[in-house]
């Protein structure tokens, strides 16, 4: 099962002042966001943290399917769907589903057995 890309996404409460406190860690961002944007990605080598405003309740796991660690789309990889369909026969149940129904971007969540959300977001259509 290839999950893609690992971050974390936070929720946090001020954009500019995470942005500012993760760069004093040696984060960038992946792409300059638009002036005014409620969420960014950051990156220090391999490790990438989602900064996210208003947008989520809680911090999160996060696979992105057909991504690699620079938010560049990979070869190949395991589309949502399929991931999805494998959880379910396994049991889980998937929360805020988007996107499952198509070949294009699709998302879920799972919840691991503690309560934290685990988001599969796939920006990509399905491979072909």
Do not use: C
């Not at 990889?77 to 399929?82: A, G, L, P, Q």
Request: zero cysteines.
């Amino acid at each position: 099962m290839e999950l893609g890309t690992f971050s974390i996404s936070l929720a946090v409460k001020d954009i500019a002042a995470s942005r500012a406190f993760y760069e004093m860690l040696g984060f960038s961002p992946i792409v300059e966001p638009d002036p005014g944007a409620d969420w960014m990605i950051l990156t220090n080598g391999d490790h990438v943290i989602g900064l996210f405003q208003g947008m989520f309740e809680r911090n999160m796991l996060t696979f992105n399917p057909g991504w690699d660690q620079r938010a560049q789309e990979t070869e190949s990889f395991t589309d949502v769907r399929d991931l999805a369909e494998t959880l379910r026969a396994g049991g889980l149940d998937l929360l805020q589903e988007a996107g499952l129904d198509g070949r294009g971007p699709g998302s879920f969540v799972v919840v691991d057995p503690d309560g934290n959300p685990v988001l599969i977001d796939q920006h990509r259509p399905a491979p072909d």
